[in-house]
T-cell receptor, first 108, second 113 residues
Framework: AQRVTQPEKLLSVFKGAPVELKCNYS??????LFWYVQYSRQRLQLLLR??SRESIKGFTADLNKGETSFHLKKPFAQEEDSAMYYC??????????FGSGTKLNVKP | EAQVTQNPRYLITVTGKKLTVTCSQN?????MSWYRQDPGLGLRQIYY???????DKGDVPEGYKVSRKEKRNFPLILESPSPNQTSLYFC????????????FGPGTRLTVL
C-alpha cells in the first residue's frame, strides 16, 4: 500500500540554522511528490513539487528513489518559515496521500 | 478572486441527520477532491472528480457521497452522519491532474454528536 511518513511531529530550530523536514514514502510505481505548507490562519498551499526541480522560498527537495525519501531542506531558516508542512504523494494518476505533517518552529 | 469556497465553515449536528457540505471553485478546474483531516493522520482522500459526472473513491469513501453536476461545484453528502465522521474537511481543486497544483478551501469543521 502506498504511504507517506513524516517522522517528526514538531521540529524546532533557531533562525539561521539549517532545517530538514523528513518525508519517506512507499509506492511501487513511479512517484510524484509534493510539499504543501500551511501558515498560521492561511490555507494549505503548494510549496514545491519534485517534477519541477525548483527552489521556492529557499526550500529544495530531492527525490531519492533508493531511500524512498523526499526530504525538504533549507540552509538558513527564517522566522516566517514557521508553519505546518505536509509531504504528499500522487499515485495511480488521480489519487493523493498526505503525510501527517511536521510543525516547524523557527525561534528568534 | 480565484479561490475555492466551502460552506459551512463550522457545523455541529446529530447522528443520522443528513447534511451537505458545499464546495465551489471559480477557476474552471477539472479536478476536485475532498479530504478529511484527523489528528495524527494527516489528510486522507475521500472522493475525487476528474470532471463533470466523473467521480471516484479515494482512501476513505465509506459513509460519504459526492456529485459533480457542474464543473464548479463538488458537494460532499453525509446521508447518515455518525460520530466517527467528526473531522476537519477540505475541498481542493486542480486545473488538471498528473501532476498539478491543488488549491485548497478554508476547511469545514464538522462535529457529529
Amino acid at each position: 500500500a502506498q504511504r507517506v511518513t513524516q517522522p517528526e511531529k514538531l521540529l524546532s530550530v533557531f533562525k539561521g540554522a539549517p532545517v530538514e523536514l523528513k518525508c519517506n514514502y512507499s509506492y511501487s510505481g513511479s512517484p510524484e511528490l509534493f510539499w504543501y505548507v500551511q501558515y498560521s490562519r492561511q490555507r494549505l498551499q503548494l510549496l514545491l513539487r519534485h517534477i519541477s526541480r525548483e527552489s521556492i522560498k529557499g526550500f529544495t527537495a530531492d527525490l531519492n528513489k533508493g531511500e524512498t525519501s523526499f526530504h525538504l531542506k533549507k540552509p538558513f531558516a527564517q522566522e516566517e518559515d514557521s508553519a505546518m508542512y505536509y509531504c504528499a504523494l500522487q499515485y495511480n494518476f488521480n489519487k493523493f496521500y498526505f503525510g501527517s505533517g511536521t510543525k516547524l518552529n523557527v525561534k528568534p | 478572486e480565484a479561490q475555492v469556497t466551502q460552506n459551512p465553515r463550522y457545523l455541529i449536528t446529530v447522528t443520522g441527520k443528513k447534511l451537505t457540505v458545499t464546495c465551489s471553485q471559480n477557476m474552471n478546474h477539472e479536478y476536485m477532491s475532498w479530504y478529511r483531516q484527523d489528528p495524527g493522520l494527516g489528510l486522507r482522500q475521500i472522493y475525487y472528480s476528474m470532471n463533470v459526472e466523473v467521480t471516484d473513491k479515494g482512501d476513505v469513501p465509506e459513509g460519504y457521497k459526492v456529485s459533480r453536476k457542474e464543473k464548479r461545484n463538488f458537494p460532499l453528502i453525509l446521508e447518515s452522519p455518525s460520530p466517527n465522521q467528526t473531522s476537519l474537511y477540505f475541498c481542493a481543486s486542480s486545473l488538471r491532474t498528473s501532476p498539478d497544483t491543488q488549491y485548497f478551501g478554508p476547511g469545514t469543521r464538522l462535529t457529529v454528536l
